[in-house]
């Protein structure tokens, strides 16, 4: 994992103390090399850091999809509406782990598809990509958008079912 050790400059500036030389660029680059890949990894933490805090912020919608769920059914069916809305969001990952981000994100970059064919279940994860933790930021942004929309037509179905019900007593 790049970032800042004091044992990496330590290393440039024995290096540089070894080699006995009297121009000191030698170990100006190599400081300035391993700061670049500090900021490097500092800049793909912000990336997973920002992609954590939207999903987070999308996902949250799903508490107020809960609420106003509860708030279309009588006081005795809230605790079944907001299971229901559990087991949405839970069924959602699972379908989204196995299916939807290698539908949606599985194809070959070089080639145009309609579908993605690989990456199923996020097998095709190389260690580089694991490491820094964009790939999994990544498919937890996707999931939030998938779990959100589709408790977004739920909602639908719920009001119409309500005022369907309501019609026929």
């Not at 290096?15 to 660029?25: A, I, K, M, Q, R």
């Amino acid at each position: 994992m790049a970032g800042y050790t004091p044992n990496e400059y330590m290393q440039c500036i024995e290096d540089f103390l070894e080699s006995g030389e009297s121009d000191t660029v030698t170990a100006l680059t190599c400081i300035t090399d391993k700061n670049s890949s500090t900021e490097s990894f500092q800049q793909e933490a912000m990336k997973v850091l920002f992609l954590v805090y939207c999903a987070s912020l999308v996902f949250i919608m799903q508490a107020g999809f809960a609420m106003i769920c509860t708030g279309c059914v009588r006081k005795k069916n809230v605790q079944n509406t907001v299971l229901k809305n559990l087991l949405d969001v839970c069924g959602s990952s699972i379908a989204f782990f196995f299916l939807g981000y290698a539908f949606a994100f599985g194809g070959d970059p070089n080639k145009t598809s309609f579908i993605g064919n690989s990456n199923f279940m996020l097998v095709d994860i190389t260690a580089e990509e694991s490491s820094n933790g964009i790939y999994y930021a990544h498919w937890l942004f996707h999931f939030s958008f998938a779990a959100t929309a589709g408790e977004c037509w739920h909602r639908r179905i719920i009001s119409k079912l309500f005022v369907m019900c309501q019609n026929k007593n």
